[in-house]
């Protein structure tokens, strides 16, 4: 028998030969969900047979599209550290985003035909890392916006391309889709919360399977409503304020429908697709959420028969999770 077990933001589950168990850690509005109880192994056999909550697209691409390795990489590549401080991005000097990427990428650093896209082009400093770091990939895309971004076609490497648009606008995100599917997807753009929020739920789809999508610069949820970046004011943001506000607010409710399997919710879903999320990963000021691969998702728990929650405050909170959602 195979499984996978893991550790996320808040909830944690553990597994022995015969039995699983549940330890909650209350990071929203959740709390209170969880009732204390245990349930043999048999209950949690995977079903192949079982078709999935959601439909998402990318599971519907050939078996190629998503090779998740391991790849074979020559040898002498400058580690992405230096590559990041060379082209002083503010990924290294401020953030020190390196420490992520360093093993967020180099599974996929030399895959043949990798796709790529940064929202957020400013200088083109980060754009010409990734043509650096990746060694054979088949797009480099950058979506630059505004002035800020002027001439920063000359500045990139050859595998590299530039489009202008607004990532909270439905247009620019469909020209993204359709240049996909991506297997990393990196959000360092507006850093306007609302626009992270839109552009996770708009693109999500368009991730290859066992694809990466990261978005960097959270602080600006936190930030004192009015606070301008990047010419754009934020609204109702703060550590009190709600996933209709706060892109990490909206993913903390993502994250929850990790646990769906397990406790028997199969009408435990906020964003379209999030069936497919397999992992969210925090850092600081940066977060990852990662598609399962095929293979994952083939071993999916089986849905349990026994329900672990209170149905009518679940539903409750599903409807109001999905009320602040974005219209994409």
Same mark, same amino acid.
């Given at each position: ?6 550790? +996320? /933001? %808040?909830?944690?589950? $553990?597994? =022995? @030969? ?7 850690? !209350? ?112 797009? +480099? /895309? %950058?979506?630059?916006? $505004?002035? =800020? @971004? ?7 490497? !050859? ?170």
């Amino acid at each position: 028998m195979r499984f996978l077990a893991g550790y +996320v /933001l %808040g909830f944690s589950f $553990g597994i =022995s @030969a015969t039995m699983i168990s549940f330890r909650f850690s !209350p990071i929203s509005d959740l709390k209170g969900f969880m009732v204390p109880t245990t349930a043999t192994m048999a209950e949690f056999e995977p079903n192949l047979a079982e078709k999935p909550v959601d439909a998402d697209p990318a599971f519907d691409a050939p078996d190629d599209e998503d090779d998740v390795g391991p790849f074979d990489c020559p040898g002498g590549l400058t580690n992405i550290t230096n590559l990041i401080k060379r082209s002083g991005s503010d990924k290294f000097f401020t953030h020190h985003y390196d420490r992520y990427y360093d093993y967020w990428l180099k599974g996929k650093r030399c895959k043949p035909g990798l796709k790529i896209v940064e929202i957020g082009a400013e200088h083109g400093r980060s754009l010409k890392v990734w043509d650096d770091y990746f060694t054979s990939p088949k797009t +480099v /895309l %950058g979506l630059a916006y $505004g002035n =800020s @971004a002027g001439g920063v076609e000359k500045k990139l490497g !050859p595998k590299t391309t530039v489009i202008w648009g607004d990532q909270s606008k439905n247009e620019t995100m469909q020209e993204l889709i359709a240049r996909g599917p991506w297997d990393i997807i990196i959000d360092d753009g507006s850093h306007e919360p609302s626009h992270m929020i839109y552009s996770l739920f708009s693109l999500w789809k368009s991730l290859k399977p066992g694809g990466l999508y990261v978005i960097e610069d959270l602080e600006t949820n936190y930030w004192f409503h009015g606070k301008v970046v990047y010419a754009y004011r934020v609204t109702n943001t703060g550590i009190g304020t709600t996933a209709k506000w706060s892109a990490v607010k909206k993913i903390e409710q993502i994250t929850q429908v990790l646990v769906r399997h397990q406790i028997g919710a199969k009408n435990l879903t906020v964003m379209p697709g999030d069936e497919s999320l397999c992992a969210v990963e925090w850092g600081m000021n940066i977060v990852r959420l990662r598609k399962c691969t095929r293979e994952e998702r083939a071993f999916h728990p089986k849905m349990s028969p026994t329900v672990f929650f209170d149905k009518k405050k679940m539903d409750a909170w599903i409807e109001e999770a999905k009320s602040t959602n974005p219209t994409v």
